[in-house]
């Protein structure tokens, strides 16, 4: 070989950085391509958009993670396809070569075929859509103090989160104490612990991956903080002032200005290009479906690790789309990449280990599910915050969270309350809703055209 | 009377919270109107800006900083003007009374009738502009990482400050660190601190307002590291890929595609609307010319307070817009309200206690005029941090802060450099520049126009 062997990784998120950071001890050349200049630690997420945490508290810069790994080189760029026959990598402003290619592309939130929903119930993957969250959560307080309409306030003090997975529930939890504890004393008018916070799942019960007596406990904890917890229940329309329910008993209307999206998952577009360019085969959410280490069938150099890669085991249900599945992926590849290199025999088939599961709801609450022990509530909470802690990329990212957390614990205070972005004012409490129902009274105290045409639905056919 | 006395403050800066916090033990019914949730403690914007902070580190939510004053109500809205006459302030959608208006609302920078120097060169006012900045700093970084002709690389590393006072001296100061110590290890193709650093000042020192001797020793402390400090040199004109600079010997160009704007401070709008309605009398930045008691002359309900205000001493040069004349000018006009509300004798005129000036430059550097006694170096420095870490408004945020810096001065990194925004990838290296150069080669390769052109410059005629 006249020159060493050329690694390229898509994405750094937990699977790229992992294998990033092990190549680091093996010769072989990496480039780690991603289009944002930092590792961001999803899993708290909810807790930039729900005020807790700055969004640089969980969110490491790539080149300084990997800065003493010399043989890694960063790439600030957008991979827009795979050249597999070339073994290229397209990026929207050039091409890399690749000996080897691994793809950590990630998945993001979908819309069930209605991505015109997107505007209007954010979902949450960046850190500008948990700022943009973070934002219109705040700007419904405010536009509740400043409604005079009870009927309208009702409006902006109610909340719906799609989605009853770990994010949605730790979402609708941490909402929930905001309301309740945090913005307690900050109003004049409103009495924020009114506010309605409606959590809404799909299937018979919330944290379905879970054992069922844990979901039954977080349901419970949801509970106890007020969240009106609706399963079996599917989203049928989102709209300016409403969300459309659908239920066994038919359908409803929840009037709410604010929907926050936690459901649904697509993979990267990056797959397509591997299903087009090297015959990938791609499961129903887009997903690449992996051979046992790792690698697209027929293609022994591309490797496809993390939320992107279907991996079905022994069981026949593929891994879910966490961060340990990402990073036990992202260190066996390097392994693979390892062997070859080194002309050893290959490692055994991939095997995922699963330590357990940990979602938190709220303050000293969560549930916990270690394989044979399941444990919630204070114990299962200190779990979840030490293992969080301890699996920030940075020393200074866990000082700093723990001190939050502990002032946050303490005070009941959230201080990245911020509004920030565009929009920084309350928009129109009043207006035509897209359901074609105009929202209020108008400004000059004229009878609200929303109540008469509510009046005439009840009265209806 | 039959309700009590209503004073609307506009504006939650220095001025105006301190205000605020002061009448919280006096019977009148405050509205704090501010477009933004929160106060922000602008001399440490610079800090977000250079990655060393986060925005929520240097912000405290107005509501949370005034929850327990109940008899304060903070109003989210825009002032748009004032009627003097109805004594009514005018918001962007409706309109609130008053018996006493204080208005706070601050100065901005401006361009010297160069509004569209502003998208080429942010200045530093607000959250928003720190982190625009942030963003344009790291990519410069990135596009000169990515850029194969050495020329073009050199313009992508080419900083320039324009504006030599505090904010300017600041910036570049941690621009130098940035370079010279944080982003030493985190690229493979350039050396980030090769980058050239242009500090420009309109007149003959830096630090204009400070005793000359701690001017020259800013001077010395920047250029230690790094930093090319240009005095007595005004900008001209600012371009895509330069900035013009005209001296006393001429005009000159120095290339560059990341210029920060430290520079002139305007006025808020609202003093036209207190020119208008209440005939106010402005100076030459748009600043309301205020009596030795803050009122607006001939309107004693108006007192206008701050970076505003133009207050005259009796020296006859005007109150510099910083943060503790504004402070001290809230306080006073509480005492003003208090007095007249409670019937008693106005205080004696507003005097302003200078407890001196400090301005840091970099690590371990800053300077001090405390009146007789004047020092540099690491006390200045210590100072600097002792003085800047007690006036931030909430305890946590002095404990983050601290952390931060700890970890910063040990460790040399700055976290929270995150590229956040629209834009995240850099942009086009190549192009027309709106000088009307064409920068670089083609990306066929032809031979540079620029470069052609240059020539032809030279050769002159």
Redesign the interface.
Known sequence: MDHPHRVVIVGGGFGGLHLAKALARIPVRVTLVD????HLFQPLLYQVATGAL????I???L??VL??A?NV?V????AKGVDAGNRRLIL??GEVPYDTLVVASGASHHYFGHDEWAARAPGLKT??DATDIRRRI?LAF?AAE?ETVPELRRIWMTFVIVGGGPTGVELSGALAEIARDT?K????VIDPGAARIVLVEGTDRILPTYPPELSAKARTALERLGVTVRTGVLVSQVETCCVELRTAAGTERVETRTVLWAAGVQASALSHALADTAGAELDRNGRVLVGPDLTVPGHPEILVIGDLACFVHGTGRPLPGVAPVAIQQGRYAARVIAARVKGRPAPPPFRYRDRGNLATIGRASAVADMGRLRFSGFPAWLTWLFVHLMNLV?F??R??VL??WA?AYA?F?R???????KE???G?TRGPCSCGIWLGADTHGAPSRRQEASKRERAGP
């Open positions: 289009r944002r200049n930092f700055s969004p640089a508290n969110a490491a810069p080149r300084a800065k003493r010399r080189q790439l600030l760029g957008e929207g402003d850190v500008e705040l405010e400043r913005l004393l900050d109003f004049r940075e200074e990212s000082l700093l001190l939050q002032w005070t205070n201080a990245a309350r911020l509004i920030t972005g920084l004012l309350p129109p």
